[in-house]
């Protein structure tokens, strides 16, 4: 997207892992640093301000979350691309809430893996399908899994609109951003900016039971 | 000269004698208000607070708190009382306020002084009047105790339970120095003792009924302090041991797990090292069983081979094609709801497209994706494949055009075929749901 490579910041504890993907995206962006314990991780972090943190969400000390909330109470603007073999609900819907912009898992292939990169480089959301699928769960499955009674929540964050559902479904169904412009007829930019929308609600909604409904759901 | 000397001597003696007195007299000017200390506090830091206060050394204090016990025990009532009444360094209320201004334990100290004074009562019915002014000290003691025990601040309460850890007081319950068991034998003994001889006055004396009251309870003490310390170290080693053994069955459940899945997955991977395919769907069966197995442990090994709803049909489809083709399926389910005979038909014919995907399309995973909204189901089964031409199937293949398009209309729901060499197939079912189930 933009014409320099991404600045990336790795944080895992597994060392094997951290080489695979350095492999893998050898040459299509600039890894600026890694780390693998929540406390340096938050330090690098903040000293090195990369474009993007790849972040991995199982970690000893706290884990991702740790790290990420470590990092934004002292710099807002750094943006976390989660990275993760689980895709549990709990563990999807806290970091999205904790302020990540992206969580995709670590099956993703290569040159998927790089869009997502760029594109949180660029400030945009990345979901991944199942990420897509919790949403649309949450949000449009009613207030009464949530015990929450309508009248708590607020529609301008709370409610999706019909263009946001419909493209959440796309991505749900395995669609990539591309797909969806041309099956919806409209442009890659407008498609980011309905799912920016769906992260900014996703992470400001008022729906405190986000996190209990996605663990009484843990096994989809 | 040497009276000089000695007058310089006499001066520097006089005048450390002073210094000393001043530090003396530092340490223990009377310090106002009275306030209980927290420092070096045995029970409530009354002692030491008293002896701040009035500017005496705190061990005597506490002796003659010790002495006074022996006189009706008049002395530790007066102890209670000003642990009550008076206000722990640091804390802006005392005890007592913080009863009275509590309705609950204003009832609780109200209730157990009823029932005190009736036992009193009960007693002197029974002919002792011996004991009378100790009686009554004793039950204001126990009142004491009790508002105590209520109304004490956390963080005294932390001060009195550090108390029970105490060398003095582990030393009296360990059942091996030999010094707490000679204190608790002598205890015991004398205890047991006098509940004996009081029993044995049984006949003799007026109110014998009250003397063989006091004296059962005597002798029940005194068994208890004899015995107490086996009996507390012996429900604490069988509760380590019960511990100790939930956690070595645990270990054990995990390292029975462990070997079962993962290690035989990896001897199998080493095995077929050189398949590529093998190893990925090995991988992925691995992955997909412990994923269900950390969300569910219990759940984790009873198959589920009567999926009752819609995403646990989903995962069947998805373990099986994977574990029969060795194609990734990635299942995304949005609401769920019970199978039915419609909905079951859908799933039906998902299985059958996935099927087809995983067969013909080339693709290394298929999506799966299916929505339950109230007034409809749909399942979409995608897969990034080479596609195919609809029309170029042979009649005579029953696939598609039974198990999937008939299939569907037959439950009155609709089958759309999207396929194209450069985006793979799409197959969407969609099928309404009655408002009303029946």
């Known amino acids: ?220 | 000269m040497g009276a000089l000397q000695g007058c310089q001597t006499l001066a520097i003696t006089k005048n450390m004698n002073s210094t000393a007195t001043a530090t003396r007299r530092a340490y223990s000017r009377p310090e106002r208000p009275l306030r209980r200390s927290t420092g070096d506090a045995i029970l409530g830091g009354v002692c030491s607070g008293l002896a701040r206060r009035l500017g005496v050394p705190t061990r005597t204090v506490r002796i003659i708190a010790v002495v006074t016990i022996f006189f009706a025990a008049v002395g530790p009532a007066i102890y209670l009382a000003l642990w009550i009444m008076t206000i722990r360094r640091g804390e802006s209320e005392s005890i007592f306020d913080r009863t009275r201004s509590d309705k609950r334990e204003k009832e609780i100290i109200f209730v157990v002084s009823i029932a005190v004074i009736a036992l009193l009562i009960a007693l002197r019915t029974l002919g002792l009047h011996v004991l009378g002014l100790f009686f009554w000290v004793l039950t204001l003691c126990v009142l004491e105790g009790l508002m105590v025990w209520r109304g004490s601040s956390g963080d005294e309460r932390d001060h009195l339970r550090g108390l029970t850890t105490s060398p003095l007081v582990t030393s009296m319950t360990d059942t091996k120095g030999w010094r707490g068991v000679a204190i608790r034998t002598g205890v015991g003994i004398v205890v047991g003792v006098w509940g004996i001889s009081l029993l044995s006055r049984v006949g003799n004396e007026q109110g014998a009924a009250a003397y063989v009251l006091i004296g059962a309870v005597a002798l029940l003490l005194g068994v208890l302090v004899l015995f107490a310390p086996w009996w507390v170290s012996t429900v604490r080693d069988l509760t380590q041991e019960r511990r100790a053994r939930i956690r070595a069955q645990d270990r054990a459940d995990m390292a029975a797990h462990v070997h079962d899945s993962v290690m035989q997955t990896l001897s199998l991977i080493q095995r077929a090292a050189n398949d590529p395919g093998e190893v990925t769907r090995l991988a992925r069966i691995q992955e997909r069983d412990l994923r269900i197995w950390l969300a569910n442990p219990e759940s984790f090994g009873r198959p589920t081979t009567n999926p009752s709803t819609l995403a646990q049909a989903a995962f069947e489809i998805e373990r099986e094609v994977e574990d029969n083709y060795g194609v990734g399926v990635d299942v995304v389910v949005v609401g769920d709801a019970q199978l039915d005979d419609n909905s079951s038909a859908v799933l039906a014919a998902g299985r059958e497209a996935t099927i087809n995907a995983a067969k013909w399309s080339g693709a290394t995973s298929i999506s799966l994706y299916i929505e339950a909204e109230p007034d409809q189901l749909s399942m979409y089964v995608r897969d990034q494949g080479t596609g195919f031409n609809v029309d170029a199937v042979p009649r005579d293949r029953q696939g598609i055009s039974r198990s999937i398009v008939e299939r569907m209309e037959r439950h009155g729901g609709t089958a759309v075929i999207r396929t194209s060499p450069e985006s793979g197939t799409e197959v969407e079912l969609r099928l309404p749901v009655s408002s009303n189930p029946s």
Request: glycine share 6%.
């Open chain 1, 1 to 220: 997207m933009s014409p320099e490579k991404a600045r990336v910041f790795m944080v895992d504890d597994h060392a094997l892992i951290r080489a695979g993907i350095k492999a893998e995206l050898a040459g299509s962006v600039e890894f600026i640093g890694e780390a693998d314990e929540v406390a340096a991780a938050i330090e690098m972090i903040i000293e090195r301000s990369p474009d993007v943190v790849l972040l991995d969400v199982h970690m000893p000390d706290g884990g991702g979350l740790a790290v990420l909330e470590g990092v934004v109470e002292r710099d807002a603007s750094v943006k976390f691309l989660a990275l993760s073999v689980s895709d549990a609900a709990e563990d999807v819907i806290a970091i999205i809430r904790a302020g990540a912009r992206g969580y995709v898992t670590k099956s993703i292939e290569g040159p998927e893996l790089i869009e997502a990169i760029e594109r949180t480089a660029a400030g945009d959301a990345v979901f991944s399908r199942r990420l897509a699928g919790f949403v649309l769960d949450a949000f449009t499955k009613g207030a009464d899994q949530l015990h929450t009674t309508p009248s708590m929540l607020d529609p301008e964050l709370d409610q999706l609109t019909p263009r946001e559902i419909e493209v959440l479904r796309l991505i749900a169904r395995g669609y990539s951003y591309r797909e969806i412009a041309t099956q919806l007829d409209i442009s890659i930019k407008t498609v980011e900016s309905h799912v920016s929308a769906v992260l900014r609600k996703l992470q400001l909604s008022n729906r405190h039971q986000l996190t209990n409904w996605a663990t009484e759901r843990r096994l989809l």
